[in-house]
């Protein structure tokens, strides 16, 4: 799965391909990188926690680059947890949310100007260095 949009800035970039990992809501850790349908749309974002709603495990997710968390997302929508990112001509483990990765994707977020430039400097990088995330200025 490529990813697409904004929200996790600067840990995932629009057009980088995505590994999935079939697994269980409950075998899901804060931190770790989940997918999720709602609505008819696909949701790429880190757990911040997990809840106990009776006897469902719900989580609470959020973009990296969101200043606020999603709705509780049901077992129902979750579909898998993102095991890797492609970058160049390998696989790397999805990187953590930093204090730094997160006050970036914020600035990203809240400033077209400072992502347009993000977004070409992305670009720019990736041919430079040989990867093929896709990614169109």
């Given at each position: 799965?490529?990813?697409?949009?904004?929200?996790?800035?600067?840990t995932?970039?629009?057009?980088?391909?995505?590994?999935?990992?079939?697994?269980?809501?409950?075998?899901?850790?804060?931190?770790?990188?989940?997918?999720?349908?709602?609505?008819?749309?696909?949701?790429?974002?880190?757990?911040?926690?997990?809840?106990?709603?009776?006897?469902?495990?719900?989580?609470?997710?959020?973009?990296?680059?969101?200043?606020?968390?999603?709705?509780?997302?049901?077992?129902?929508?979750?579909?898998?947890?993102?095991?890797?990112?492609?970058?160049?001509?390998?696989?790397?483990?999805?990187?953590?949310?930093s204090?730094?990765?997160?006050?970036?994707?914020?600035?990203?977020?809240?400033?077209?100007?400072?992502?347009?430039?993000?977004?070409?400097?992305?670009?720019?990088?990736?041919?430079?260095?040989?990867?093929?995330?896709?990614l169109?200025?």
């Open positions: 799965l490529a990813a697409f949009g904004y929200s996790m800035l600067p995932l970039w629009p057009g980088e391909v995505l590994t999935i990992q079939s697994q269980s809501l409950e075998q899901v850790q804060p931190s770790e990188v989940v997918l999720f349908s709602r609505e008819g749309r696909f949701f790429i974002h880190r757990v911040v926690r997990k809840v106990k709603m009776g006897p469902e495990t719900r989580l609470i997710t959020r973009g990296d680059a969101l200043p606020s968390v999603d709705a509780t997302v049901f077992p129902l929508e979750f579909l898998g947890k993102i095991v890797s990112v492609r970058r160049g001509d390998r696989d790397i483990p999805v990187p953590s949310c204090p730094w990765r997160r006050l970036t994707g914020l600035a990203l977020t809240y400033s077209v100007h400072l992502r347009s430039l993000g977004l070409r400097w992305h670009a720019w990088w990736s041919t430079a260095s040989g990867s093929n995330s896709g169109a200025t």
